[in-house]
């Protein structure tokens, strides 16, 4: 890759691609100006000449008003103009929000797994897939009683088109074996199957067109006990404001087609990576969900 400081003049058209696939990659999403620059600084107003504002004054100054003529009146200085303040839209844009609903309709007429997998491939519905190496469908086993729904996949889970097989994955299978589960015995997916450009947090217009697909995968698998891992999961499938430290640990719902299924919030393994003292409350979650799968019958 060719020096920072190089024009693009200067570039050639393979040096150029290479520079722009690295600004992929690392989610750069605006070009910028090559000097900082203070936009919130005021312009200063305007001066006159010294010398034709000073000699009107002390004329002014200097005479009594004459009858019959009104004094001058002293001019009031405007106010400086204040910085323009960026409006956020209340909802999302309007052919977003028409991908969200040509994702439900594709969505609802799918009927295996095999078929949602498919449909989501050919989807181009959201931007995410063109910067994106791989679809991140599922892992583990459809059949498991377990499915645990994670974020959005990272660079590893990118690369290899799986949910949770880099350094967060790699503390998730060893939190499933301390209760006597693998990746055999649970169903993985997440509720983005594509990566956001340098694992920024996915949009609200990209959480609503993936949602029908993340719902789908749920109603068609056969899971009976939900694992939500991390906020933006949690907080999106039991459709709640509330942020994982309070979740986490407590039992909710979530409604797939028919079914009712338990639904269990936990850390996601990335941020137990960055704060290692609270895998004691992880434990505690994971003992609940064991106790939980215990006192299930089993399956027919």
């Not at 006990?225 to 986490?248: C, E, H, P, W, Y």
């Not at 996601?268 to 994971?286: I, N």
């Amino acid at each position: 890759m060719p020096p920072s400081g190089s024009s693009p003049e200067s570039l050639t058209p393979e040096e150029a691609a290479a520079r722009l696939a690295f600004m992929v990659e690392a989610g750069v999403t605006e070009a910028m100006a090559e000097e900082a620059q203070n936009r919130y600084q005021l312009s200063p107003a305007p001066q006159a000449p010294a010398a034709a504002v000073a000699a009107p004054r002390r004329e002014v100054l200097s005479e009594a008003p004459r009858e019959g003529r009104r004094a001058p009146i002293a001019r009031m200085e405007e106010p400086a103009p204040q910085p323009m303040r960026m409006q956020t839209p209340s909802t999302i844009p309007l052919e977003e929000k028409q991908a969200a609903l040509s994702a439900r309709s594709i969505a609802a007429d799918c009927r295996t797994l095999d078929e949602l997998r498919e449909a989501m491939a050919n989807f181009e519905g959201c931007s995410l897939r063109y910067t994106a190496k791989n679809l991140v469908f599922a892992d583990g086993n459809p059949n498991a009683r377990v499915m645990l729904v994670g974020e959005a996949p990272g660079r590893d889970e990118d690369l290899q088109g799986k949910p949770f097989v880099g350094p967060s994955g790699q503390l998730l299978d060893r939190m499933l074996a301390s209760i006597g589960l693998d990746r055999t015995s649970v169903y993985i997916a997440n509720t983005l199957p594509w990566r956001p450009p340098g694992n920024r947090t996915p949009t609200p217009a990209e959480q609503a067109i993936c949602m029908p697909f993340i719902e789908k995968q749920i109603e068609l698998s056969s899971a009976e006990v939900l694992v939500l891992v991390g906020g933006v999961s949690a907080k999106q499938l039991l459709a709640t404001d509330t942020g994982i430290m309070k979740l986490r640990g407590r039992w909710g719902t979530y409604r797939a087609g028919g079914r009712e299924l338990p639904a269990l919030p936990i850390f996601h393994p990335a941020y137990l990576l960055r704060q290692p003292a609270q895998k004691r409350l992880a434990w505690r979650d994971l003992l609940a969900l064991k106790t939980h799968l215990d006192k299930m019958p089993p399956r027919n």
